[in-house]
């Protein structure tokens, strides 16, 4: 079929996207096509526009973080079927490899190829221009139609909606994991939270849900700050300094048990104060992305060291997709998780730019593209 989507075709210059017609294939063997309600605005996508992100191939159809209804299946499809309500998981999970039969799901070997260029078998699903098109994590949600493996689908209850289990896809379980998955968190920690953006805010509310006593939310923009309070943070900061402060007074000058990093990019400045509010023994999680090239950062390894401290980094939030995005959606059909208040903006697919230029400038919490029925 014949569609619009967002592709790049220059990555790591900054050129942006451009929305044009594309053709979607229908699906091979083990695959669907979804048509989605909606798809989230993420930063990892603008990591492959700035280069943070390096890709040696082009175009790419970018979007991973979306939900539809599944609209054909192909051969050998099982559990999966027509009119199925599907989250699409950016990465996806085989079930057979060593880390899935692990219990880290999130490190599925099929991961491995989510940059890679082309579908798990090595071919196209969409083209444009007379060329084959490669699509962010087999997904490429920046279009209204996806034709995309089966074991990068979830299934959730329909009385779902789809426009707000779209966020369910990538940020908000990598954010809600940090804290519940990887954090090892235990009732009644203090957790400071650095960043509360479209991850951190799941974490925010992961953290709440695990039990925090005092959970400092360390955010520069006002409203995120606002309503990370709303989402279960007791305390909120602007910069390090005062959380800092915070976390001396509510632990008699200990430390926090865990500090999780969900900035938007990891610069190499973040983890020295971040040791710092931490206490001995406790757990820095590191989730943000840095540039791929990064190398160095700024430690005071000694302390580190002699304090026994742990830095864990965290892909997808240490989550299970086929377990934890069920979870999250009825935790959300509950009222104990929030989505709705998480998209602050609404953008149709040809203001994509625009889209990404409010999440640079820290205007939304999470915008979402939403495609007509």
Not at 79 to 89: T, W, Y
Not at 97 to 114: T, Y
Not at 349 to 356: G, R, V, Y
């Amino acid at each position: 079929m014949k569609i619009q989507g967002a592709l790049l075709w220059e990555p790591g210059t900054k050129s942006g996207w451009t929305v044009e017609e594309i053709e979607l294939d229908p699906p091979k063997r083990g695959e669907a096509t979804v048509k989605l309600a909606a798809s989230g605005i993420c930063h990892s996508d603008d990591h492959l526009d700035t280069g943070d992100i390096p890709l040696d191939w082009a175009p790419v159809l970018g979007g991973h973080e979306g939900a539809g209804v599944v609209t054909e299946v192909g051969e050998g499809v099982e559990g999966i079927e027509v009119g199925d309500h599907v989250v699409l998981s950016f990465l996806p999970s085989c079930g057979k490899c060593p880390m899935c039969v692990s219990g880290r799901a999130n490190m599925c070997d099929l991961g491995a190829g989510v940059l890679a260029g082309t579908s798990p078998d090595g071919t196209h699903r969409i083209h444009a221009r007379g060329k084959g098109i490669g699509a962010m994590s087999y997904l490429g949600t920046f279009a209204p139609y996806v034709t995309v493996p089966t074991n990068a689908l979830v299934k959730i209850d329909k009385d779902i909606p789809l426009k707000s289990a779209a966020l369910i896809g990538c940020g908000v379980p990598t954010g809600w994991g940090s804290s519940v998955r990887a954090a090892g968190m235990e009732l009644g920690d203090t957790v400071v939270v650095i960043g509360t953006g479209g991850v951190g805010m799941n974490a925010v509310q992961g953290a709440r849900q695990k039990g925090a006593k005092n959970l400092i939310a360390v955010e520069p923009v006002e409203f995120k700050r606002d309503l990370a309070k709303q989402l279960g943070a007791t305390h909120s900061a602007a910069d390090f300094a005062e959380a800092a402060e915070l976390v001396a007074g509510m632990t008699n000058g200990q430390g926090a048990d865990v500090v999780i990093i969900t900035v938007g990019v990891l610069t190499p400045e973040i983890l020295q104060p971040a040791q710092e509010m931490t206490k001995r023994g406790g757990t820095i999680v590191v989730t943000s992305a840095a540039p791929v090239t990064q190398r160095d950062i700024q430690l005071d390894l000694y302390t580190f060291a002699m304090s026994g401290k742990r830095i864990q980094g965290t892909l997808y939030g240490t989550t299970n997709a086929q377990i934890d995005i069920p979870l999250i959606a009825d935790l959300y059909r509950r009222g104990e998780h929030k989505l709705d208040e998480l998209i602050t903006k609404e953008y149709k697919l040809e203001d994509i730019n625009t889209a990404f230029q409010d999440m640079r400038e820290g205007k939304n919490v999470r915008g979402v593209i939403v495609y007509e029925d």
